[in-house]
T-cell receptor
Framework: DSGVTQTPKHLITATGQRVTLRCSPR?????VYWYQQSLDQGLQFLIQYYNGEERAKGNILERFSAQQFPDLHSELNLSSLELGDSALYFCASSPNPGAPQGVSREQYFGPGTRLTVT | AQSVAQPEDQVNVAEGNPLTVKCTYSVSGNPYLFWYVQYPNRGLQFLLKYITGDNLVKGSYGFEAEFNKSQTSFHLKKPSALVSDSALYFC???????????????FGTGTRLLVSP
């Protein structure tokens, strides 16, 4: 058990709908990352938050957004869903990622939320 | 941009035999490399990392990885495979945003390891 929790485990919804995925990082970790894992795109970085602020963006669609709350949990919002958004969405956390150069912190992943868009 | 490549979609090995899962990297600067494993219906689990120092890195569950700078490789190895090692393995490299210093992981496409009894 990594200490990162994600809810729900599974989500089935229709095209055009909006869903919210939730993530609680490991105790003490300030940074949260969101990844999407799909068959055709592999594992892709979406977005990162650190202590409530967005710090980095990857291949995240404009229909997707995220936020990190004062208690450090994070939510990923997916709207106007399309069939191609069906994927496994992972959240990961790590200690302060802005640590001095040369210090590389591994990320700890949650179990993921499997989203199926029908 | 930093990247890693996993040339094999699948590796098959018999239980008790040594296993190798291959990874090559392309980075500017010093590489910071990771291996993760994904079991069915589970998240990714950290196995090991290479930052600097010894070229042979030991990790969880008896796995180790060999860093080879001349071949730009970071292959995952285990001396004796178990059926329970069957899973999806990902190699990853750290990528750093120059403006902020914040990091992300760039993953390979994954290699499915099947260990037969």
């Amino acid at each position: 058990d990594s200490g990162v929790t994600q809810t729900p485990k599974h989500l089935i919804t229709a095209t055009g709908q909006r869903v919210t995925l939730r993530c609680s990082p490991r105790s003490g970790d300030l940074s949260v990352y969101w990844y999407q894992q799909s068959l055709d795109q592999g594992l892709q970085f979406l977005i990162q938050y650190y202590n409530g602020e967005e710090r980095a963006k990857g291949n995240i669609l404009e229909r997707f957004s995220a936020q990190q709350f004062p208690d450090l949990h994070s939510e990923l919002n997916l709207s106007s869903l399309e069939l191609g958004d069906s994927a496994l969405y992972f959240c990961a956390s790590s200690p302060n990622p802005g640590a001095p150069q040369g210090v590389s912190r591994e990320q700890y992943f949650g179990p993921g939320t499997r989203l199926t868009v029908t | 941009a930093q990247s890693v490549a996993q040339p094999e979609d699948q590796v098959n090995v018999a239980e008790g035999n040594p296993l190798t899962v291959k990874c090559t990297y392309s980075v500017s600067g010093n590489p910071y490399l990771f291996w993760y494993v994904q079991y069915p219906n589970r998240g990714l689990q950290f196995l090991l990392k290479y930052i600097t120092g010894d070229n042979l890195v030991k990790g969880s569950y008896g796995f180790e990885a060999e860093f080879n700078k001349s071949q730009t490789s970071f292959h995952l190895k285990k001396p004796s495979a178990l059926v329970s090692d069957s899973a999806l393995y990902f190699c990853a490299v750290r990528d750093v945003w120059r403006t902020t210093g914040f990091q992300k992981l760039v993953f390979g496409t994954g290699t499915r390891l099947l260990v037969s009894p």
